[in-house]
Each structure stands twice: as C-alpha cells, then as structure tokens.
C-alpha cells in the first residue's frame, strides 16, 4: 500500500507516522534510511531490491504529491498496482534517459569523448550506456 508506505518512508514528509518497522535507541528510523543503515550488512543483500522499488515509488510519490500521484496512477479510478506503475516508470526513465543521451551525443559530437570519459585503473574510457551518459548530461545542464 503505498499511501501507507509514505507513513513510515521519510520522517520530513507530511504522512509520517512517527513509526517504523527499525527502531534505534527508541527513535522509529524512516525506511529511507534502511540503506544508510544496512549497507554493510548481509541483511541489505535481502532488502536491497525491495528499498530500491519502494524509493523509486516514492521519489515519484513525493515529487507529485499524494493527489497527483493517484490521479497520474490510476485508471478509471482504481489505483493501479505497485508493479504496474513501477513498470511505467521505468519505461519513462528509459525514454528519458534515451532522449537525453541522443540530445548529449548532438549537442557535444565535436568533444563527446572528452566530456563524457572517466577514469578507471588509469586509463581514460567513453561512457557507453544511455542511463550514464543521459546523468552527466543533466548534470552538466
């Protein structure tokens, strides 16, 4: 249930709940932090990819805000489910990131290698994918 979700994810956020399923020294933890907190842990190799779903839904939640996300993900008034608007996102974020990296490639063709390189083991490569090239590219705007 994501609208429960958004009780327990970020203590900053209006629906926080003041409770979560991780408490320290008597201080609920936002969900969150779960990654800050396990990252180093055989236990985060367990809830890695469920954080990393609940993060995306929420990035998306709160960057809309509780009305426009529903009425975003719904049809016909039923909410759509958890998987299915994961799905969307991640084709929106494929689209995005493609669009971007084309627009990189046009806008620097003449210094495309020189702005989108790193370094790794001393030896200076192009970045190849469409999701690392499309990140610098926003950054750089």
Request: charged share 30%; net charge positive; proline share 5%.
């Amino acid at each position: 249930d994501i609208d429960h979700l958004s009780t327990i994810w970020d203590d900053m956020w209006p629906s926080w709940a003041g409770n979560s399923p991780l408490v320290i020294k008597n201080e609920p933890i936002p969900l969150k932090h779960f990654r800050t907190v396990y990252i180093h842990t055989q236990r985060w190799k367990m809830l890695k990819q469920q954080w990393s779903k609940w993060n995306f839904l929420m990035a998306e939640y709160q960057s809309l805000g509780p009305s426009n996300f529903w009425a975003k993900w719904s049809k016909n008034g039923i909410p759509e489910k958890p998987s299915q608007i994961l799905d969307s996102l991640k084709a929106e974020r494929r689209a995005r990131d493609q669009r971007d990296a084309t627009a990189a490639k046009e806008e620097y063709v003449t210094d495309f290698g020189g702005t989108f390189a790193y370094r790794k083991g001393g030896k200076t490569f192009t970045m190849k994918t469409e999701r690392v090239i499309a990140g610098k590219f926003r950054k750089l705007k």
